[in-house]
């Protein structure tokens, strides 16, 4: 959209802040350009964050905004088996909201940089409603390797990337959650929920290790674990005896609220893989640098597909509805 004097202002102060690409045509012209690596395939995803529903500016700094609403788009290309490149980031704000914006442009400028991806445009337009942020990411992949939902086979063990809980802990912190207050256990979770940490190296490692199924969890085990066995026609046991929930989570609000802060609460922007038992081994190792991998449950056959059970010291475990629900 053509924008006005003060969007112009605006946008040079944005792209000031982002580094140019080093190749291609970046911010200032009517479109973004870049060549292709040879052999792979362009993997894309957006995702769009709106004040009031998926942020409150009293909860979050604008950095912190920036670099999360980096962090829900790299963490699905990382769960595609991709890696990130390019990325389109558009706003709209109130007239008065500009400072907010450069703000938020730090934290997402910061995330660029950390993962190697170039904001190459955008767009800037005015509203009279809420914040809102959305940014679109541009990754590739080798196309014979992208970790699909619908990839998981019966006799595939499921296992996770880090730790699961730690960030619906951080919001059930910021919600007034009573506690038991440690000030660096709550330091610890109120950063698992503002600075989430897209497993960029997992994703592809996984995949080029033979691992064919993955997805990110940004709605909790138990609702990610559904999509999969629904996609791949399966079903699924979670033992949830060896889920690692966090420890910050089980200290300050015990093992049975940190289980259904990780089952059923979200945003740990960790990765959910079906592979091979015998691929688990190599599978740890060649993550090691970035995180943990630890096997939580199986994959079964199942007549209908999508049944998602658990156990936990060999008894059935109820799992909670799961999952945030948008409409
Ligand atoms: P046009 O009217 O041709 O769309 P704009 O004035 O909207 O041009 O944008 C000018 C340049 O700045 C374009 O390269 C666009 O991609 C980029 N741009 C605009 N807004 C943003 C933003 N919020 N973040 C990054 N780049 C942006
Ligand atoms: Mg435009």
Not at 21 to 30: C, S
Not at 234 to 261: K, N, Q, S, Y
Not at 282 to 305: F, M
């Given at each position: 959209m053509t924008a006005g004097t003060d969007e112009f202002a605006l946008i040079n102060r944005l792209a000031w802040l982002l580094d140019p690409p080093t190749h291609g045509i970046g911010i200032g012209d009517d479109a973004a350009t870049w060549s292709p690596t040879p052999g792979t395939v362009t993997?894309?995803?957006?995702?769009?964050?709106?004040?009031?529903?998926?942020?409150?500016?009293?909860?979050?700094?604008?950095?912190?905004?920036?670099?999360?609403?980096?962090?829900?788009?790299?963490?699905?290309?990382?769960?595609?088996?991709?890696?990130?490149?390019?990325?389109?980031?558009?706003?709209?704000?109130?007239?008065?909201?500009?400072?907010?914006?450069?703000?938020?442009?730090?934290?997402?400028?910061?995330?660029?940089?950390?993962?190697?991806?170039?904001?190459?445009?955008?767009?800037?337009?005015?509203?009279?409603?809420?914040?809102?942020?959305?940014?679109?990411?541009?990754?590739?992949?080798d196309p014979a390797l992208i970790l699909r939902r619908d990839g998981a086979r019966p006799g595939d063990v499921l296992a996770i990337t880090g730790t699961a809980g730690g960030s619906a802990a951080g919001l059930a912190l910021l919600s007034g959650e009573p506690t038991d207050s440690d000030p660096d256990r709550s330091r610890r979770l109120l950063a698992m929920h503002h600075r989430p940490s897209p497993r960029l190296h997992a994703g592809p490692a996984l995949a080029s290790l033979g691992a064919r199924c993955g997805i990110d969890i940004s709605d909790g085990i138990a609702s990610e674990a559904g999509h999969l066995a629904r996609s791949s026609n399966v079903a699924i046991v979670i033992d949830v005896d060896a889920v690692p929930f966090h420890p910050d989570a089980v200290a300050m609000f015990g093992l049975e609220r940190a289980r259904t802060l990780g089952l059923n609460g979200g945003e740990d922007y960790e990765l959910l893989v079906a592979l091979p038992l015998s691929l688990v081994d190599r599978a740890r190792d060649a993550i090691a640098s970035e995180t943990t991998l630890t096997v939580i449950g199986r994959v079964v056959q199942d007549q209908h597909g999508g049944l998602v059970t658990a156990t936990s010291g060999g008894l059935p475990f109820t799992l909670g509805a799961g999952g945030y629900v948008a409409f």
């Amino acid at each position: 959209m053509t924008a006005g004097t003060d969007e112009f202002a605006l946008i040079n102060r944005l792209a000031w802040l982002l580094d140019p690409p080093t190749h291609g045509i970046g911010i200032g012209d009517d479109a973004a350009t870049w060549s292709p690596t040879p052999g792979t395939v362009t993997v894309a995803t957006t995702d769009m964050l709106v004040e009031g529903i998926h942020f409150r500016l009293d909860w979050t700094t604008p950095e912190d905004l920036g670099w999360k609403a980096m962090a829900v788009n790299l963490s699905d290309i990382a769960a595609m088996g991709a890696r990130p490149r390019h990325a389109l980031v558009s706003i709209a704000l109130k007239p008065d909201q500009a400072g907010i914006v450069i703000e938020i442009y730090k934290g997402i400028a910061a995330h660029a940089r950390a993962s190697g991806t170039f904001v190459v445009g955008g767009d800037t337009v005015r509203t009279d409603g809420p914040l809102t942020i959305n940014v679109t990411l541009l990754g590739e992949a080798d196309p014979a390797l992208i970790l699909r939902r619908d990839g998981a086979r019966p006799g595939d063990v499921l296992a996770i990337t880090g730790t699961a809980g730690g960030s619906a802990a951080g919001l059930a912190l910021l919600s007034g959650e009573p506690t038991d207050s440690d000030p660096d256990r709550s330091r610890r979770l109120l950063a698992m929920h503002h600075r989430p940490s897209p497993r960029l190296h997992a994703g592809p490692a996984l995949a080029s290790l033979g691992a064919r199924c993955g997805i990110d969890i940004s709605d909790g085990i138990a609702s990610e674990a559904g999509h999969l066995a629904r996609s791949s026609n399966v079903a699924i046991v979670i033992d949830v005896d060896a889920v690692p929930f966090h420890p910050d989570a089980v200290a300050m609000f015990g093992l049975e609220r940190a289980r259904t802060l990780g089952l059923n609460g979200g945003e740990d922007y960790e990765l959910l893989v079906a592979l091979p038992l015998s691929l688990v081994d190599r599978a740890r190792d060649a993550i090691a640098s970035e995180t943990t991998l630890t096997v939580i449950g199986r994959v079964v056959q199942d007549q209908h597909g999508g049944l998602v059970t658990a156990t936990s010291g060999g008894l059935p475990f109820t799992l909670g509805a799961g999952g945030y629900v948008a409409f």
